[in-house]
């Protein structure tokens, strides 16, 4: 059983009620969590907030309006990456972090290619995944 190598994010963001987690299809490990807080994050308290955790210790967040964030929280459950992905990309620049498209799922930094430090190949070789 590989090493869990996050730490717990509710420890830390007490104000996100449901976390899920991506894993790299290559050998498992959590990769990206993703949290959805009910009552909006921070100032912006009128719309309601999503934010994902990555495994490189980064974390990062943006607003949805109350429809969406129903819609992100669906397709978490089905789990639809490629809908998620287009979700945060209103937010985040490349969406899902250390998400290939091509493959439709996560790899963690270990089963990435290339040394770059935001951009890297899939281990099937897709250009192109963001890693940040
Ligand atoms: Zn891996
Ligand atoms: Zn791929």
Do not use: W
Not at 16 to 42: E, N
Not at 83 to 99: A, N, Q, V
Request: hydrophobic share 35%; glycine share 10%.
């Amino acid at each position: 059983m590989p090493k869990q190598v996050m730490p717990n994010p509710s420890v830390f963001r007490k104000d996100v009620d449901s976390f899920y987690t991506l894993t790299c299809d290559v050998c498992g490990i959590p990769t990206v969590i993703i949290g959805i807080s009910k009552v909006g994050i921070g100032i912006a308290t009128s719309l309601r907030s999503i934010f994902y955790y990555v495994h490189s210790g980064k974390d990062d967040s943006g607003y949805l309006t109350p429809s969406e964030l129903e819609r992100a929280t669906a397709l978490l459950t089905i789990p639809d990456y490629k809908g998620l992905d287009s979700l945060i990309s209103k937010f985040h620049i490349g969406g899902i972090p250390f998400y290939c498209p091509e493959c439709n799922v996560c790899y963690c930094p270990a089963h990435l290619k290339g040394e770059d430090y935001r951009i890297r190949a899939c281990p099937k070789g897709h250009e192109g995944v963001v890693c940040d």
